[in-house]
């Protein structure tokens, strides 16, 4: 499985412009869980850990939505 994201959101909080969230949306589990082994990825979270300490993920269902 060839893994690539579908797409990727950028946002500011509203009461810090500094403090940025990015969400990824995938086709499937399988899809996100295989970008997971790439070697390029891994060593590009390795080089952002800093930056994204104590961040956390959020599971969400969609309900609507349109293709970019």
């Known amino acids: ?19 940025l ?6 086709e499937s589990q399988e899809a996100h869980a295989a970008s997971l082994k790439n070697e390029k990825v ?4 390795g080089r ?3 930056l994204i300490a104590g961040g956390s993920g959020v599971k969400v269902r969609p309900l609507r ?4």
Do not use: N
Request: aromatic share 12%; with cysteine; glycine share 6%.
């Open 1 to 19: 499985m060839k893994a690539i994201a579908a797409g990727y959101l950028l946002h500011a909080a509203e009461d810090d412009t500094d403090d």
């Open 21 to 26: 969230w990015i969400t990824e949306l995938w």
């Open 42 to 45: 891994l060593e590009l979270m």
């Open 48 to 50: 952002c850990r800093d």
């Open 65 to 68: 939505g349109k293709e970019f």
